[in-house]
T-cell receptor, first 114, second 111 residues
Framework: DVKVTQSSRYLVKRTGEKVFLECVQDMDHENMFWYRQDPGLGLRLIYFSYDVKMKEKGDIPEGYSVSREKKERFSLILESASTNQTSMYLC?????????????FGSGTQLSVL | GNSVTQMEGPVTLSEEAFLTINCTYTATGYPSLFWYVQYPGEGLQLLLKATKADDKGSNKGFEATYRKETTSFHLEKGSVQVSDSAVYFCALVTGGFKTIFGAGTRLFVKA
């Protein structure tokens, strides 16, 4: 089975800190995604990547950046954390670009910015 | 633009009750439709999918039929169990290859 691993389950940071959220997948998937999950809003796409060193903005990229130096690893960076970035962050991967492909998710990182 | 609308929760049912969670969508082209489930403390996992009109996806006793005429993909289960308590997300994928999720519906099943 595909495993998508997020480095931290819970994270507490202070306003203004630089925050790194790490995600690793072990099945050689081409595509990786970062979502944030908020009650009543569902999942919203922050950034995604179809290849190493390639990135595309999703629907809510402001305040975030990403890095994909290796195929299996996709990092989400909060340059200067703010309280409105308190949320559950979910990483996902998929095998290829297709309308039929399902997403494989990590367990999520609950980030609190104080 | 493309979007997914689900019924608001929470939905609370007794064990063995019939479940329906409504989902409608707006999309250009011919999307694929998905239901994902999120159990407490876990990420989302695929429950079922349908890739063209009139297809029925099914898994673990859950079913959903892709209805193009009503732009709907309602989730049903004939007899729910306590272990079905989770959050259910309807989603679509169009030619842009991005997955668009609904807001999610939380289900509580009482013994």
């Amino acid at each position: 089975d595909v495993k998508v691993t997020q480095s931290s389950r819970y994270l507490v940071k202070r306003t203004g800190e630089k925050v790194f959220l790490e995600c690793v997948q072990d099945m050689d998937h081409e595509n990786m995604f970062w979502y944030r999950q908020d009650p009543g809003l569902g999942l919203r796409l922050i950034y995604f990547s179809y290849d190493v060193k390639m990135k595309e903005k999703g629907d809510i990229p402001e305040g975030y950046s990403v890095s994909r130096e290796k195929k299996e690893r996709f990092s989400l960076i909060l340059e200067s954390a703010s309280t409105n970035q308190t949320s559950m962050y979910l990483c996902a991967s998929s095998r290829q670009v297709s309308t039929n492909e399902k997403l494989f998710f990590g367990s999520g990182t609950q980030l609190s910015v104080l | 633009g493309n979007s997914v609308t689900q019924m608001e929760g929470p939905v609370t049912l007794s064990e063995e009750a019939f479940l329906t969670i409504n989902c409608t969508y707006t999309a250009t082209g011919y999307p694929s439709l998905f239901w994902y489930v999120q159990y407490p403390g876990e990420g989302l996992q695929l429950l079922l999918k349908a890739t063209k009109a009139d297809d029925k996806g099914s898994n673990k006793g859950f079913e959903a039929t892709y209805r193009k005429e009503t732009t709907s993909f309602h989730l049903e289960k004939g007899s729910v169990q306590v272990s079905d308590s989770a959050v259910y997300f309807c989603a679509l994928v169009t030619g842009g290859f991005k997955t668009i999720f609904g807001a999610g519906t939380r289900l509580f099943v009482k013994a």
